[in-house]
């Protein structure tokens, strides 16, 4: 079935083309979740390479996508968004070790595609060394509010320097990279999201899943799905609850990282109050994504700085669920406001209160938006969509590849 899959595909070369891909985590965040979907057709003939275990490396073992760990690139964990030059200096050893074993392991692939800031280091030396074309798949926004000066000067000269093509995921970040100083050539590459989950869903019986999760069968259930994380801005969801008197809320997702647990405590000792208590829920992790979407009444997007894509609010229109999201970033290069979803300020719960209760007040209104926003995802963000404009990347950096008729 795999190579089904994959000739459905593939390019036409002479030789099937090998692709190193290089990720930096294990969790299973959104550039990991496109890497997936991105890996999976080239199963056959590509190798990703990542710096620890988890999540991630979980499921490329279940959709059997090979792989392999480099745990000298798990010292790069400890250099933060605004990290020192320090910091920098106490990792060069580490990095020194991880870009050699990724040049051994580029000599035997045709293209190297790094999927994060981190894995672009390594990839980049590598890529020099082996003479092996470079993308890079930029999934952030290279701006103050994220990053430290360092970092963005960095990875900007890093980039002009070795990579053939810079990929974006939305016009956001593109504007970030070439305001920063970036030079390279750039191709729009957004997230690809798979329909057919998210229509499995609603044919299942989300009453039962509510009363899983202890949830109202009676009451309008607003969903957050992210990790839990300030810039994440689920406090201010909670903030817009107080305003929100019939409904509950469920929030998806856990602390990631270390340095987001106090925020998760926060976020716990909020939904105490005695105005929210018992309104609020706390799923964890989960897997089955579409299925609690299917399960809310509402999807609502709460990031206070620039998301540089937003998958979760795609997710959310995929689902024809109505979404109520941050107007900042690449969220409103996914939601056009009033047609498809409805936008509100970072950080502002009035805003956000005042948005989903005339959603919850006009629920014909709120299906047309749904309905209009699943259909905008579907032609704009569909896998299929998303490998064309992948091929068309490795046409450009790879002489030998000409795009199948």
């Given at each position: 079935m795999r190579s089904l899959m994959a000739s459905r595909f593939l390019l036409v070369t002479s030789m099937p083309l090998r692709i190193l891909f290089v990720d930096h985590s294990g969790a299973l965040g959104g550039a990991e979740l496109f890497l997936l979907d991105l890996a999976?057709?080239?199963?056959?003939?590509?190798?990703?390479?990542?710096?620890?275990?988890?999540?991630?490396?979980?499921?490329?073992?279940?959709?059997?996508?090979?792989?392999?760990?480099?745990?000298?690139?798990?010292?790069?964990?400890?250099?933060?968004?605004?990290?020192?030059?320090?910091?920098?200096?106490?990792?060069?050893?580490?990095?020194a070790r991880t870009a050699q074993a990724v040049a051994q392991q580029a000599r035997s692939h045709d293209v190297i595609v790094a999927n994060s800031q981190k894995a672009l280091l390594p990839a980049a030396w590598a890529a020099r060394r082996t003479g092996t074309p470079l993308i890079w798949m930029v999934h952030d926004l290279l701006t103050p509010e994220?990053?430290?000066?360092?970092?963005?000067?960095?990875?900007?000269?890093?980039?002009?320097?070795?990579?053939?093509?810079?990929?974006?995921?939305?016009?956001?970040?593109?504007?970030?990279?070439?305001?920063?100083?970036?030079t390279g050539p750039i191709i729009e590459i957004p997230n690809g999201l798979d329909a057919a989950p998210f229509e499995r869903a609603r044919q299942n019986d989300s009453q039962a899943l509510r009363t899983a999760l202890n949830l109202p069968h009676d009451a309008p259930v607003l969903g957050v799905?992210?990790?839990?994380?300030?810039?994440?801005?689920?406090?201010?969801?909670?903030?817009?609850?107080?305003?929100?008197?019939?409904?509950?809320?469920?929030i998806v997702g856990?602390?990631?990282?270390?340095?987001?647990?106090?925020?998760?405590?926060?976020?716990?000792?909020?939904?105490?109050?005695?105005?929210?208590?018992?309104?609020?829920?706390?799923?964890?992790?989960?897997?089955?994504?579409?299925?609690?979407?299917?399960?809310?009444?509402?999807?609502?997007?709460?990031s206070t700085a620039a998301e540089p894509f937003g998958r979760v609010v795609a997710e959310g229109l995929l689902a024809r669920r109505p979404v109520v999201a941050t107007d900042a970033g690449g969220v409103p290069e996914i939601i056009r406001p009033q047609h498809s979803g409805l936008l509100v300020?970072?950080?502002?719960?009035?805003?956000?209160?005042?948005?989903?209760?005339?959603?919850?007040?006009?629920?014909?209104?709120?299906?047309?938006?749904?309905h209009t926003g699943a259909a905008d995802v579907r032609t704009r963000y569909g896998l299929k969509r998303m490998h064309a404009q992948f091929e068309e990347a490795l046409r450009r950096v790879h002489p030998s590849v000409r795009i199948a008729a």
């Open positions: 999976r057709p080239y199963a056959d003939t590509s190798t990703v390479i990542t710096f620890e275990s988890g999540r991630f490396t979980e499921q490329l073992e279940a959709q059997a996508v090979p792989y392999r760990i480099l745990e000298s690139g798990a010292a790069l964990q400890r250099v933060r968004k605004n990290g020192t030059w320090m910091q920098g200096l106490y990792v060069l050893p580490a990095l994220h990053f430290g000066w360092m970092q963005r000067q960095l990875v900007t000269r890093i980039a002009n320097a070795s990579a053939a093509l810079v990929a974006v995921n939305s016009r956001a970040t593109a504007r970030a990279f070439t305001d920063g100083g970036g799905f992210s990790r839990l994380a300030a810039w994440k801005g689920q406090h201010v969801l909670l903030e817009a609850l107080h305003d929100l008197p019939t409904a509950h809320v469920l856990e602390a990631a990282f270390p340095g987001d647990k106090p925020y998760a405590e926060q976020l716990r000792t909020q939904a105490h109050h005695p105005a929210l208590r018992g309104r609020v829920h706390f799923a964890g992790h989960r897997a089955d994504i579409p299925d609690l979407m299917a399960a809310c009444t509402l999807i609502v997007h709460t300020p970072p950080g502002d719960s009035a805003a956000l209160a005042a948005a989903c209760q005339s959603l919850l007040d006009d629920p014909d209104w709120a299906a047309t938006l749904a």
